[in-house]
């Protein structure tokens, strides 16, 4: 075990932020000492084992987040252990995540944290505290978005773009495990076959100028019935054109904000248009939607992101600047 490693496990911190910085090379990420907390009435505190480092992690220290507090300890995502609080909850492993966590209250990039008992959900078994430590924000987004639209069902199709994604990883999985028919658009090679628990059509947008008519050739005309856009604009027409009659589409993201859109198509095609924002799940909402999926962990049908690298406290700027980077490696501290 290195120093680093040695020194983070004798001595409990926390990582803070204290404002915003103009980009990663401003920013100040200070491992700070954290005295184990004494839950108030309600709550719990967990020892984090694990916990993922989320490109929203990162842009909220960057002050992206309008919402975001300071000073605060950052970090949306969490597995460990109950070690105060309720009497039945201690000693068991948890999991979870929450918009609010590590945005307008303190996060999982510490020794310990906070969270109210109704947050508590059991780590699913078979998996991993790293694993269990980085499925939160893309499955919970992933699923609220299929919850509103509709869940997926056989005899379905499902059409997932920027499926290179981690939201788009996951939405494969969900719409594979209910027995949908997935096409998966990407850019350049992904896991899904590895990852979803049947077989996934792929698209490769670099080599289809009209994904759109691709859908369609791929359906015998009739298109998708739901498509879970995790990009936004640049895939706006094409979805629109992928879209049955009555179909679904569900937004994530989006690099503008302003598309050109045919009201026409829309009310002839009777279309639904979902826009899904996580950061307004608070962990209480999202630790639930995480237990909603606690059994296809377990049973194998959804698989948790390979965890590539795992990072000390005193590493957080490299696992920060590696995850705004656009590295597809899952990372997660080990505070």
Known sequence: MSAAAMHTAQSPRALRVNGKAAD???LRLEAAPQAEPVPPPGHA?????AAAVNPSDVKATLGLMPQAVWPRTPGRD???TVVSG???WIGREVYGSGGDVGITRDGSHARYLVLPEQALRAKPRGISMDEAGAVGVPFVTAYEGFRRSGMPQAGQTVLVLGANGKVGQAAVQLASQAGARVIAVQRRAGPFQGFASGPVDTIDARHH???GARVRELTDGRGANIVYNTVGSAYFEAANK???KGATQIFIATHDRAVPFDIFAFYRGMHTYVGIDSLAMDCIASTAQLDAMREGFERGTLKPFPVARHFTLDEAHEAYRLVLSGSTDRVVLRP
């Open 45 to 49: 505190v967990v020892r984090i084992a």
């Open 86 to 88: 309720p009497s039945e």
């Open 242 to 244: 992928a879209m049955a």
């Open 78 to 80: 969490f597995a460990g």
């Open 24 to 26: 990663l090379d401003a």
């Open 209 to 211: 100028a009209d994904v």
